[in-house]
T-cell receptor, first 111, second 112 residues
Framework: EDKVVQSPLSLVVHEGDTVTLNCSYE??????LLWYKQEKKAPTFLFML????IEKKSGRLSSILDKKELFSILNITATQTGDSAVYLC???????????FGKGTKLTVNP | NAGVTQTPKFQVLKTGQSMTLQCAQD?????MSWYRQDPGMGLRLIHY???????DQGEVPNGYNVSRSTTEDFPLRLLSAAPSQTSVYFC???????????FGPGTRLTVL
């Protein structure tokens, strides 16, 4: 059975801190790993990673994939209160558009 | 483009009632899916469709039916609502073979 595990499940930090969110997976026929940010409504897409060792960046957010060790990290530097959200990790497997989601990491950034 | 739209935004049902959650997309996406999200459980796939006339079960299909008569619409039917179906329901869509899915705003369903 395909499995995606995120850690920690929740995290409370102060504005300006740097955080690292983790996502590990055990799936058959890995195709890609995706990160989504979910505030109070629908998940919104952040990154898609398919190749090991290539960092994706968008402003203060960055993510990297390690296909040998089967995990990805999402880094957020100089956190702001607007970064408070649930961050979801999902994996796509070959031959299907289905995504397998982890349970999410709830990040709270306090002023 | 409106993207992925869902109606209603909120719904309260009594046990045993039936209802249909509506989902539509205007991006000509072939793939559409329904997820439910419960506290601490992430998103779990209920049903999905790879094109008009083709549907299949996901991880938690029991108690739900779907059909896909057009590319644009993918309604989710609750046949006889149960309190265990209290959840937030998200519809999502993507192009065939694409991994990035676009999500609707969700429907919050409460079954009493």
């Amino acid at each position: 059975e395909d499995k995606v595990v995120q850690s920690p499940l929740s995290l409370v930090v102060h504005e300006g801190d740097t955080v690292t969110l983790n996502c590990s997976y055990e799936v058959t026929n890995f195709r890609s790993l995706l990160w989504y940010k979910q505030e109070k409504k629908a998940p919104t897409f952040l990154f898609m990673l398919t190749s090991s060792g290539i960092e994706k960046k968008s402003g203060r957010l960055s993510s990297i994939l390690d296909k040998k060790e089967l995990f990805s990290i999402l880094n957020i530097t100089a956190t702001q209160t607007g970064d408070s959200a649930v961050y979801l990790c999902a994996v796509a497997t070959g031959g299907s558009e289905k995504l397998v989601f982890g349970k999410g990491t709830k990040l709270t950034v306090n002023p | 483009n409106a993207g992925v739209t869902q109606t209603p935004k909120f719904q309260v049902l009594k046990t045993g009632q039936s209802m249909t959650l509506q989902c539509a997309q205007d991006m000509n996406h072939e793939y559409m899916s329904w997820y439910r999200q419960d506290p601490g459980m992430g998103l779990r796939l209920i049903h999905y469709s790879v094109g008009a006339g083709i549907t299949d079960q996901g991880e938690v299909p029991n108690g739900y039916n779907v059909s896909r008569s057009t590319t644009e619409d993918f309604p989710l039917r609750l046949l006889s609502a149960a309190p265990s179906q209290t959840s937030v329901y998200f519809c999502a869509s993507s192009y065939a073979g694409a991994d990035e899915q676009f999500f609707g705003p969700g429907t919050r369903l409460t079954v009493l």
